[in-house]
């Protein structure tokens, strides 16, 4: 990708305004795990497992650290009320979350006050706030919201300091993940109508390209399952949701 292909995903514009509505609706029951995010919340711990697990291969630090991101900063785009947000600020960094929405980002704030954790919550579109680099840069079920989806690539990746680590997840474009994802969980209340837009799912496929055009290595996918016995847990089996780390390209 050129110098100045680079410059002007950099600069393009991803959040669907509808997008950013709908979300910042939900807003002021977020933090409620029983209401409209629920599954965000059975799904968090699953997440974080992964992303644990990414940051002690990627910077070999010690496993048994409560804290192993001390020194070190994190940037949570699509932060909505700050689910991860939260938990990277205990394991020690200087997290910065994004949003589409400012009521989410307002939520945020306040929510992280309440739990006496310092974490920096700025609502926009990130190629035009000029933040800076990271060490951590995390995505969460974010891309399939997007309107440019390389331009949202490429400013994620703009973000990410030079041996730094970069984790995303997302629903994959398969028969089964439009069949309960879209359908069945969104009949059965397990989801607010209109979160998913199937088409807009992205394969692991399509997913290292993208991150391949923007300079930057994919890992192994890991899918992201469900069971009756074990509940949301991470698997071999990409068909619904899974989540990847990647790297700049050495």
Same mark, same amino acid.
């Given at each position: ?105 307002? $939520?945020? !704030? /306040?929510? #992280?006050? %309440? &739990? ?11 190629? +035009? ?52 994802? $879209?359908? !069945? /969980?969104? #009949?059965? %209340? &397990? ?11 992205? +394969? ?47």
């Amino acid at each position: 990708m050129s110098d100045a292909t680079v410059s002007n995903a950099t600069n393009s514009a991803t959040i669907r305004p509808e997008e950013a509505e709908h979300f910042g609706k939900l807003a002021a029951d977020w933090w409620n795990p029983a209401g409209s995010s629920a599954m965000l919340h059975r799904l968090n711990p699953v997440r974080l497992g992964f992303i644990r697990e990414a940051i002690d291969m990627h910077w070999g630090g010690d496993v048994e650290s409560a804290k192993p991101l001390v020194g070190k900063s994190a940037l949570d785009v699509g932060c909505g009320a700050g689910l991860l947000c939260e938990p990277l600020a205990r394991m020690g960094a200087e997290v910065t979350g994004v949003d589409a929405s400012p009521q989410n980002t307002q $939520v945020a !704030a /306040a929510h #992280a006050d %309440g &739990a006496g954790l310092d974490i920096r919550y700025i609502p926009g579109e990130l190629g +035009t706030l000029g933040l800076g680099h990271f060490d951590l840069v995390t995505s969460m079920e974010v891309i399939e919201h997007v309107e440019d989806k390389q331009a949202f690539i490429v400013q994620l990746a703009a973000h990410l300091a030079p041996g730094g680590l970069m984790v995303l997840s997302t629903p994959n474009r398969t028969l089964k993940s439009r069949t309960l994802l $879209v359908g !069945a /969980a969104e #009949a059965l %209340g &397990a989801v607010p109508k209109g979160t998913h837009h199937w088409d807009d799912f992205v +394969t692991p496929e399509e997913l290292e390209a993208l991150l391949d055009a923007a300079g930057l290595t994919m890992g192994e996918p890991k899918g992201i399952g469900f069971s009756v016995g074990k509940g949301l847990h991470l698997s071999d089996d990409l068909a619904l949701n899974y989540i990847v780390m990647a790297r700049h390209r050495a």
